[in-house]
């Protein structure tokens, strides 16, 4: 074996030790938290129909702010991980403050709005009066964790970051447990305490979203050495030419997944438009995938933080053959996710306890969901897990929402108040944009034109 090869199978064994070390708590956290999704959809399923709508709605406007806070940090992150590989700490501690910023900048008129017009948010995904004074009641509980959640976040990301993510996954773990024992509790009213439905829920999520941020900064604070430990004023040290270059780098990114959350938002509202059950299975559906895809997640935030890595190093052709292992690995989960969500279709169905038209129509749903796993994350592993690592955030951007907005929604209300489609043919007319985007993702892909180096490394291979 000559040198280059013996370097290769050196950097293969690191890329896999990698792989492990900052998947498997990343994967861990999103099991935890899609976990506690698929159990809320289950706990508040056994309400009602309605409940399980309204709660469905209400929780569209966090997801948008939601994904708005990870555009941020996900932009945030090119820099903080490319910082991290050459151990500027200050620079890397400027990202953070940058983080905090953005997360009060966008979190108070988040809530404000979630507060002040729950109604008129709860009426873009349907009409039925029940649905949204359930809804409404839900919303003006929870919107107050929205700000707790951000600022929890700016910890977790970062630690992915930094490769440190121990603490922030049992913290994770810790606040579900605490979110499902108080759903048990304040929904149906156990251990002595009121059964308060909908709203038990979102008394259940505030009180553990406040709970996981202060566990989250306490277990930074209490590490003399945490790289992200710092004051208010090392934080706040950036100039104004590093917030503008990382806001150049997330902003497209913030458009991006702000504009791909309220895609999935009017899609939802599509669906909304053919009955309450349909609200509910998509909910369901929608879960259920997101657990299967959660593996996807953890070898996506791996990715980039690998390939971000070795691009920060400037090392542009390892950084190469690291994605080329992670676009193998995509099609071998592609195959093994698609199948278990075929197989587990009949226990998932059963457990919620529908009527039989509501059961098979979630069993249609599922398999649609099933067979539109493979685009979807083919285009989610190439743009979240290895473009945005090169910082490729613009052209991301485009394709994001060209795609998203110009065509996802589209097709969806077309095939809902137009062809009048079933819920499952209407999720299968708009799964065409995932096919084709696809294709464009993997001529940029092989272009390279996104291996981009923005630290002052010059590249050493």
């Given amino acids: 074996m000559n040198t280059t090869e013996e370097q290769i199978q050196d950097e293969r064994s690191i890329f896999y030790h990698k792989l492990v070390r900052i998947g498997i708590p990343v994967l861990i956290q999103q099991i935890v938290s899609i976990g506690l999704n698929l159990v809320d959809t289950i706990m508040v399923g056994r309400v009602s129909e309605n409940a399980l709508a309204a709660v469905g709605a209400a929780n569209q406007v966090y997801f948008i ?89 700016v910890i977790s990301f970062n630690s992915r970051a ?28 156990h251990l002595g305490m009121p059964a308060l439905g909908v709203r038990g829920a979102a008394i259940a999520t505030l009180t ?25 004023r090392e934080m706040c040290g950036f100039s104004r030419e590093m917030f503008r270059s990382v806001m150049v780098t997330a902003v497209p990114v913030i458009v991006t997944e702000g504009l791909w959350a309220l895609s999935v938002s009017m899609i939802f509202a599509a669906y909304g438009r053919i009955s309450a059950s349909a609200l509910a299975i998509v909910q369901i559906a929608s ?47 592609n195959l093994l996710m698609t199948l278990a969500i075929i197989l587990m279709r009949s226990p998932i169905a059963a457990i919620y306890q529908f009527d039989g038209n509501t059961t098979e ?47 996802q929604v589209p097709l969806a209300f077309f095939g809902v108040l137009v062809l009048n489609l079933p819920l499952h043919w209407a999720i299968a007319l708009v799964t065409v944009a995932d096919f084709l985007k696809v294709i464009f993702c993997y001529q940029r892909y092989y272009s390279k034109k996104w291996l981009n180096v923005i630290t002052d490394m010059e590249e050493t291979d």
Wanted: net charge positive; proline share 2%; glycine share 8%.
């Fill in 287 to 333: 879960t259920v995938t997101d657990f299967f895809q959660a593996v996807y997640f953890a070898v996506g935030n791996a990715s980039a933080v690998i390939v971000g890595e070795s691009l920060g190093q400037g090392r542009r052709n390892r950084a190469w053959r690291d994605s080329r292992r992670i676009m193998g690995i995509t099609w071998i989960l």
């Fill in 208 to 232: 553990a979203r406040i709970l996981e941020c202060i566990a989250m900064h306490v277990s930074v604070r209490c590490r003399k050495s945490h790289p992200l430990k710092a004051g208010l």
């Fill in 65 to 153: 702010y939601s994904i708005v806070i990870f555009g941020i940090f996900s932009g945030a992150s090119v820099y903080a991980v490319q910082y991290w590989g050459i151990r500027d700490l200050q620079k890397l501690r400027n990202v953070l403050g940058i983080d905090y910023l953005m997360s009060v900048v966008t979190a108070v008129p988040a809530v404000a709005l979630a507060w002040f017009a729950a109604p008129q948010l709860i009426r873009l995904f349907t009409g039925e009066a029940e649905v949204v004074a359930l809804g409404t009641e839900y919303l003006h509980i929870v919107c107050f964790s929205y700000l707790f959640a951000a600022l929890s976040f």
């Fill in 162 to 189: 930094v490769q440190d993510l121990k603490a922030p996954t049992a913290i994770n773990a810790c606040a579900i447990g605490i979110n499902i024992l108080l759903n048990y509790c304040l929904i149906y009213g």
């Fill in 361 to 407: 129509l979630l069993m249609k749903s599922l398999l649609v969901y099933a067979v539109a796993l493979t685009p979807k994350m083919l285009a989610y592993m190439t743009i979240c897990g290895i473009l945005r690592a090169g910082g490729d955030t613009l052209f991301c951007m485009f394709l994001d929402v060209g795609f998203n907005m110009g065509l």
